[in-house]
């Protein structure tokens, strides 16, 4: 209702309705049937159950541990497999290990020498020893078996023939390996034994040592200075057991050494 002003105006009465648009309803996105399963699971119990529907498990030994939800897995082949299903409750785990009897009569020997392996150099020594003759050893097998007689080995004269370095005559034959040292050097014994021989050799080896190791091995240290060692005693590998000299034949300071087999030299580097 409007009232007529002296001026020809008009002026209305109360406030002027506003125009209202009208709430049009959005198009619905699709539903999506597995969100609310998904939101009700958790992430954690969806990781776990995608990695024992994937195998990441199986591959990686993933063992995941949530609430209502406990998944096992094990390699292939080392046992049983156990998974669970929805309600928590687990299954029955599919096939089993056989067991495998021991005779009453079988024992446990826990001696060093029963627990000792290939990489202690003494015990895979005396296993090359035992397996076959040592005559019949080939240097595939023997190579690195005997420890250093020296701390630093510089080769000189090597083993076979040779011009003797004294009289000058050719074709001599050097039974064993000449290595460089200086008077008063340790030596060392290269594999434990026991001394066999510890005194003057009277056909040029000067102060001497011989070193049985078993099995047909012995090992030779000559031109000693000096020797602390006696025989029927037992060493060590790596123990020291004399000091280098010159004695005997020789034109210098040095150690000559000897590999034996069953009492015949052969090439000592084939040992060391």
Request: proline residues 6%.
């Amino acid at each position: 209702m409007t009232t007529q002003t002296t001026r020809g105006r008009r002026r209305a009465s109360g406030p002027t309705a506003e125009l209202r648009t009208a709430n049009v309803p959005a198009p619905g996105r699709p539903r999506d049937s597995q969100r609310e399963v998904r939101r009700r699971k958790g992430p954690l119990r969806q990781m776990a159950e995608f990695a024992a529907a994937s195998g990441v498990g199986q591959k990686a030994g993933v063992a995941l541990a949530v609430t209502g939800l406990v998944l096992t897995v094990t390699m292939p082949g080392t046992g049983a497999l156990t998974a669970t299903s929805e309600s928590g409750q687990a299954s029955a785990a599919v096939g089993t290990q056989p067991e495998i009897p021991a005779s009453a009569s079988a024992t446990i020997d826990f001696s060093r020498a029963a627990v000792s392996t290939t990489a202690d150099p003494d015990s895979r020594l005396k296993q090359l020893l035992s397996a076959q003759s040592v005559g019949s050893i080939q240097v595939s097998s023997s190579k690195g078996t005997l420890g250093a007689p020296l701390d630093t080995l510089v080769a000189s004269s090597p083993f076979g023939y040779r011009v003797n370095p004294i009289t000058g005559a050719v074709g001599e034959f050097h039974r064993g390996q000449d290595f460089v040292a200086q008077c008063g050097t340790p030596v060392h014994a290269a594999a434990a034994g026991k001394v066999t021989f510890a005194g003057w050799h009277p056909y040029g080896g000067g102060n001497r040592i011989v070193v049985d190791h078993g099995n047909g091995l012995e090992t030779t240290y000559n031109h000693l200075s000096s020797f602390n060692v006696q025989v029927g005693q037992t060493v060590s590998r790596g123990d020291v057991v004399a000091l280098s000299g010159t004695t005997g034949a020789s034109t210098g300071c040095h150690l000559h050494f000897e590999v034996m087999v069953n009492g015949d030299v052969v090439d000592p580097m084939g040992w060391l």
